[in-house]
């Protein structure tokens, strides 16, 4: 394995909102990106923008054997069916990473299905866009962003340096390792259940006219109830124990909140209040 | 009571984030206004800044009578007391109007309070700031915005007018009238149960390390979490009863998605997203 270079041939698989998202990125700075997509306007679009050098709609044996890094822009059981289907198909020395919002039940299958000398490293970048296609995607959305790469026994120090190097040049600000199984957790909190919440609170009164009222808190709080609804429902089923057990928690903590209201206890919703003040300031971007 | 105009002599009481929003989008049109604050610092930042033309930190009857139209930006029980301990200081046409965010235990009280020929008529600006202080104040806030009107039977045509009036002055994008009692049970969701959830999100989970890993949906969600626990306690028991029924609606919708989620309900869990989606397209910010 080479290090990571403006030699390095990139290709991305899907390009979607994220996968073009890359795309923007790294040929930006000057890195040579192709693409695998399921739509030839898809690449024409990224020919016409010039953010990608070629592109195809098939699954081509001469892009994927040309390239030394593949980024997995895919949904998760698309991108484990890609790798049982045609994996055959890679070279012996080509990394692989991903960008898939689960791990644990991804990252170990994958993994245990490549032929040798070819290396998996997963990753996920935490940025995203609430519309899903090529046409959304915005590489600023990685400025300030964390980076989470999650390595397993079977990845050498190599693979990880390399990944380190991809987040770097895509423009992200932390970069940080956890393993699959810390992501996952991780993400059920962070992710998965900000999303069981904005579709609620979304779907929980359905009174017309309030548009008419709204502030910013509420636009907030929902912005992304605008769910690309088979990829997170696949998500959330992929992750289902750790997310319930965030739903239980945050249940709990809710009816907690309420029964100081419901007592008229100002003191006790004031202190919960002072402790999310103080526990909020730590979560802000840092400046870009 | 003369219509809203550049003559207006308006005075400001409580020069916080939101009446510093209202000095700045006032002045910067042109409009005359002034202001009786606490602190001789705000003032001597709101002259600088030239947003006011002059303010004191006494409760003066000089610029109390001189006043065509007084905004209240105070808390709720502030307001209530400075009306009961002042309102003899108000002078016969003077307009009063406000900006608190709960209002059938306020606007009832005041207007009963008020001594002949001084009306008072409510308003809730739907844009504001998470920080405390009229360093924080930003007119831009108001574009594309909701100002909400809430007339009672005690209120008079003109004045309504005069309210819609400085609501466009303000820059508001929809001006809109409620009863106090429809716009307290649409606030109790709107606004009032989306800080409720910011405050859980932040206070459900405290393991060390997330903003290390944090994307920009919990970002989102918590915003709102850095709160003025004065205020917002004391908004929260003002409008206890409509509070705590929004949240058990939320909370039963939640438990709801839960159950799909469990039962591994793709299906179902997509059909709710879909919902949210459509429903939330409705709720975008009008484009300024």
Chains 1, 2 share one sequence.
């Not at 890195?31 to 679009?45: L, N, P």
């Not at 039940?105 to 609430?130: K, N, S, Y």
């Amino acid at each position: 394995m080479n290090t990571f270079s403006k030699d390095t041939s990139i290709l991305i698989i899907g390009l979607g909102v994220i996968g073009g998202s890359y795309a923007k990125a790294l040929s930006k700075k000057g890195y040579r990106v192709r693409c695998i997509t399921k739509e030839q306007k898809d690449i024409d679009y990224a020919l016409e923008l010039g953010i990608i050098e070629s592109g195809s709609t098939e699954i081509s044996g001469e892009l994927i054997q040309d390239a030394d890094l593949i980024v997995f822009a895919l949904y998760p059981h698309i991108f484990v069916d890609w790798i049982r289907e045609h994996g055959h198909l890679l070279r012996k020395g080509t990394l692989l990473t991903d960008v898939t919002g689960v791990k644990g039940q991804i990252v170990g299958e994958v993994q245990a299905m490549l032929p040798d000398g070819v290396e998996f490293i997963a990753a996920h970048p935490m940025a995203g866009r609430e519309s899903s296609g090529v046409e959304y995607s915005d590489d600023r959305v990685f400025l300030g962003a964390n980076f989470i790469i999650t390595p397993t026994e079977k990845n050498t120090p190599e693979a990880v340096a390399f990944c380190r190097a991809l987040g770097e040049a895509l423009g992200f600000a932390r970069i940080s390792e956890l393993t699959p199984e810390e992501h996952d957790e991780m993400i059920a909190f962070l992710s998965q259940l900000t999303h069981c919440i904005a579709v609620t609170l979304m779907t929980c009164n359905e009174a017309p006219m309030m548009e008419q009222y709204t502030g910013d808190s509420f636009r907030d709080l929902t912005r992304i109830a605008k769910i690309n609804d088979v990829m997170w429902a696949e998500l959330f089923l992929l992750n289902k124990d750790a997310l319930l057990s965030q739903m239980d928690a945050f249940a709990k903590e809710f009816a907690d909140f309420r029964e100081l209201l419901r007592t008229g206890d100002s003191d006790g919703m004031r202190a919960v209040m002072r402790r999310a003040t103080v526990r909020r300031t730590l979560f802000d971007k840092p400046k870009t």
